[in-house]
């Protein structure tokens, strides 16, 4: 079984000013497509080769660092076309209560999404996640995942390697972060959808 790139559930253009079609051209058909090339050919032939996504990532951490790359890109990409929408509305009741007691306010709580992305040193990934029954924000670092990560429940994604906003904000990272956050591009559907299946999300077979 090969995986293939998840097609985006948007047109190209839905994220602009944020993230716009020419970024998605490059970072959804180069970027996102080279690390599923990449870990198809390193499953192929392997007992990994019909595993579910997030046995292969479990299976590669630690012990085959460049499968581990390939794979926890390719399903980090898929979660995170999915964090992002045209109109990501707002939270559900029960994740603004969730959110109101771990920040305060859901303008705080994207402040610090902000804050933190934009403070976390060279290329990774800021995530709202629910750990302990209490809504966090978490950061891993390059290729590193929360999908094989016992204990902590994903919810949504912020993509923070240069190829996610360059083309649009050159180097100016908190500007992407601030357009994606206060622009109204972060999918509290995909996170409310997260929160209620209480398992993590799964990369398509
Ligand atoms: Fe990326």
Do not use: C
């Amino acid at each position: 079984m090969a995986f293939d790139v998840t097609p985006l559930p948007y047109a190209d253009t839905a994220l602009e000013p944020a993230v716009s079609a020419n970024t998605l051209s490059f970072h959804h058909g180069k970027h996102h497509k080279a690390y599923i090339d990449k870990m198809n050919a390193a499953i192929e032939g392997t007992d990994l080769a019909d595993k579910p996504m997030e046995e292969i990532i479990a299976a590669a951490r630690g012990t085959n660092q460049g499968l581990f790359n390939n794979a926890a890109q390719s399903w980090n990409h898929g979660f995170y076309w999915h964090s992002l929408a045209e109109d990501g509305g707002t939270p559900t009741d029960e994740l603004k209560s969730m959110i109101d007691s771990a920040f305060g306010s859901t303008e705080e709580l994207l402040k610090q999404l902000q804050d933190r992305g934009a403070g976390h040193f060279a290329s990774g990934w800021v995530w709202l996640a629910v750990k302990d029954g209490a809504l966090t924000i978490e950061e891993t670092h390059d290729g590193d995942t929360l999908a094989d990560k016992d204990g902590v429940l994903p919810l949504l994604v912020i993509d923070l390697w240069e190829h996610a906003y360059y083309l649009d904000h050159q180097n100016a990272r908190p500007a992407y972060l601030k357009a994606v956050t206060e622009g109204g591009k972060l999918n509290w559907g995909f996170a409310a959808e997260n929160l209620a299946r209480g398992t993590t999300w799964t990369y398509p077979a």
